[in-house]
């Protein structure tokens, strides 16, 4: 049996589903917390063997997801965009409530295979947690200094240089000698950015910091890649997660974008540039090319050159870069996590 969810934030809805003949058997709704869960969880034990199809699983539907796998249950992810289209080829053409939505995922997780295994989570997910928080604080410090740069425009003449820090900041403000209220104003409002930059900076080094004590846990040996440094290692393994979810190296390639789109050329191939995958893991993937095109004497700037002189354009030699990185990238990850559970596995035989 096949149990779809639809989550929301109060409520999550449940609908049981026949993969036979795909129709629904029974329907239940619950609030949103634990008690709810145990609610669901004994309604969904009248059905035996049975697995469950939650929308949106790395979301609204993560808690209770993660709550059914410590409890040894199977749980798939089911895309949002998965359930829409099954229920714009349904019979109900565009109608949505919950029932619907919790059927279409169960579903396409049944009949269509459009889903992902939920699996606990481990250190990856510690990794995707730093990253994210690395990510916003770095966002919050280029609007500070934005704005900054916008104050000092009005009280510096010419303003500040484009690599703005706290220290050059606060010594132009020190130079200020405001005249009126309105400049008395942008330079207490100036002040508190440069206060605001200094606390950006100290929690951007206080995250590098776990960084590296979690990549040193982990004994990676991304670090070893021209280009990838403790940040950027962070990065791929937070967005890749368990390496071992993708069959090959070419199905991550396509996880990540990097892998070219084939397209209808008559007699001859053509391929475009892929702008689908994730695209967070993309920019890292761009960034660890681009940092070996410029170091004269790495791997990636031989074979760089090598396809420059098989006479593909610059774009088109970085592409290929990209795509033998990341396949690079997959191996090591899938070996490191290969190296963490067979350890794992002898440390539990040996208790």
Same mark, same amino acid.
């Given at each position: 049996?096949?149990?779809?969810?639809?989550?929301?934030?109060?409520?999550?809805?449940?609908?049981?589903?026949?993969?036979?003949?795909?129709? &629904?058997? %029974?329907?239940? /709704?619950?609030?949103?917390?634990? *008690?709810?869960?145990?609610? =669901? !969880? @004994?309604?969904? +034990?009248?059905?035996?063997?049975?697995?469950?199809?939650?929308?949106?699983?790395?979301?609204?539907?993560?808690?209770?997801?993660?709550?059914?796998?410590?409890?040894?249950?199977?749980?798939?992810?089911?895309?949002?965009?998965?359930?829409?289209?099954?229920?714009?080829?349904?019979?109900?053409?565009?109608?949505?409530?919950?029932?619907?939505?919790?059927?279409?995922?169960?579903?396409?997780?049944?009949?269509?295979?459009?889903?992902?295994?939920?699996?606990?989570?481990?250190?990856?997910?510690?990794?995707?947690?730093?990253?994210?928080?690395?990510?916003?604080?770095?966002?919050?410090?280029?609007?500070?200094?934005?704005?900054?740069?916008?104050?000092?425009?009005?009280? &510096?003449? %010419?303003?500040? /240089?484009?690599?703005?820090?706290? *220290?050059?900041?606060?010594? =132009? !403000? @020190?130079?200020? +000698?405001?005249?009126?209220?309105?400049?008395?104003?942008?330079?207490?409002?100036?002040?508190?950015?440069?206060?605001?930059?200094?606390?950006?900076?100290?929690?951007?080094?206080?995250?590098?910091?776990?960084?590296?004590?979690?990549?040193?846990?982990?004994?990676?040996?991304?670090?070893?890649?021209?280009?990838?440094?403790?940040?950027?290692?962070?990065?791929?393994?937070?967005?890749?997660?368990?390496?071992?979810?993708?069959?090959?190296?070419?199905?991550?390639?396509?996880?990540?974008?990097?892998?070219?789109?084939?397209?209808?050329?008559?007699?001859?191939?053509?391929?475009?540039?892929?702008?689908?995958?994730?695209?967070?893991?993309?920019?890292?993937?761009?960034? &660890?090319?681009?940092?070996?095109?410029?170091?004269?004497?790495? *791997?990636?700037?031989?074979?760089?050159?090598?396809?420059?002189?098989?006479?593909?354009?610059?774009?088109?030699?970085?592409?290929?870069?990209?795509?033998?990185?990341?396949?690079?990238?997959?191996?090591?990850?899938?070996?490191?996590?290969?190296?963490?559970?067979?350890?794992?596995?002898?440390?539990?035989?040996?208790?």
């Amino acid at each position: 049996m096949i149990i779809g969810v639809d989550p929301h934030k109060s409520s999550h809805t449940g609908s049981a589903v026949d993969p036979a003949t795909n129709t &629904v058997v %029974g329907s239940l /709704r619950i609030d949103a917390s634990v *008690a709810g869960y145990r609610a =669901l !969880l @004994r309604w969904a +034990r009248r059905f035996g063997d049975r697995r469950w199809a939650i929308e949106n699983a790395n979301g609204l539907g993560c808690h209770l997801a993660q709550w059914l796998v410590a409890r040894n249950e199977t749980v798939v992810d089911v895309a949002t965009t998965a359930t829409a289209r099954v229920r714009e080829l349904s019979r109900g053409g565009r109608r949505k409530n919950d029932v619907i939505d919790a059927a279409a995922a169960a579903g396409v997780a049944a009949l269509y295979g459009d889903a992902t295994e939920v699996t606990p989570d481990d250190e990856t997910t510690v990794f995707a947690l730093l990253e994210e928080r690395r990510a916003n604080v770095a966002a919050q410090r280029v609007r500070a200094v934005n704005q900054l740069h916008a104050l000092l425009r009005d009280l &510096v003449p %010419g303003g500040a /240089r484009a690599n703005l820090t706290a *220290a050059v900041a606060a010594g =132009l !403000l @020190r130079s200020v +000698r405001p005249a009126t209220a309105v400049e008395r104003t942008r330079k207490e409002l100036a002040r508190d950015m440069v206060r605001d930059i200094r606390s950006l900076d100290t929690a951007l080094a206080d995250i590098a910091s776990r960084m590296s004590e979690a990549l040193g846990d982990r004994d990676t040996r991304l670090l070893d890649v021209d280009g990838v440094g403790p940040v950027l290692a962070v990065r791929l393994i937070g967005r890749t997660g368990r390496a071992s979810r993708f069959r090959s190296a070419d199905a991550y390639a396509n996880y990540a974008g990097v892998a070219p789109v084939e397209i209808a050329g008559g007699d001859h191939t053509r391929h475009r540039l892929s702008r689908s995958g994730d695209r967070q893991l993309n920019a890292a993937l761009h960034l &660890v090319a681009v940092t070996q095109i410029r170091m004269a004497n790495s *791997a990636g700037r031989r074979y760089f050159d090598k396809k420059i002189a098989e006479g593909k354009t610059r774009k088109e030699a970085k592409r290929c870069l990209k795509r033998r990185i990341a396949a690079c990238v997959w191996r090591i990850m899938l070996a490191d996590e290969r190296r963490i559970h067979q350890t794992t596995h002898t440390q539990i035989r040996a208790a």
